[in-house]
């Protein structure tokens, strides 16, 4: 069966092997989510580089909240359920979706923690809020 590629630019593919994310899949489904495939290598770059420069928390839940409606990615972010004493305890988690590239839930965490760590404010008022605020 041959694949539709949508209208708009999509991400290409990752070498075979490297990557699980079914974007074949996605894009043989006929109610798929293709909003993810919207996310193209640069605008990987782009995304993570503004993630690196958040500069307070009503800017990352502006960023997350834009994620999920662009591209429909969805954040987790919470405190451990130990004392949290450095932002190792500050657990980022990306949800899991057809389409999305290992390597950028991967990516999405570590630049939002790179941004922590030169921002600790932005941290404390995670915790300060409950440490839990769930995108989408």
Not at 18 to 35: F, I, K, M, Q, V
Not at 57 to 84: A, C, F, H, W, Y
Not at 96 to 105: D, F, M, N, S, V
């Amino acid at each position: 069966m041959a694949v539709a590629h949508p209208v708009f630019p999509i991400r290409t593919e990752c070498p075979p092997g490297a990557c699980n994310c079914g974007r074949d899949a996605l894009l043989e489904s006929p109610d798929g989510d293709l909003r993810v495939l919207r996310l193209t290598r640069e605008d990987e770059k782009r995304l993570v580089q503004r993630l690196e420069n958040l500069s307070s928390l009503s800017d990352l839940r502006r960023m997350e909240e834009k994620m999920e409606q662009q591209v429909g990615i969805r954040l987790t972010i919470s405190s451990s359920p130990n004392e949290v004493r450095t932002l190792r305890g500050i657990v980022i988690l990306v949800h899991e979706q057809p389409g999305l590239c290992r390597k950028t839930r991967q990516a999405i965490p570590a630049a939002i923690k790179r941004s922590l760590e030169l921002h600790p404010e932005i941290a404390y008022d995670i915790l300060n809020v409950g440490g839990l605020f769930e995108g989408g």
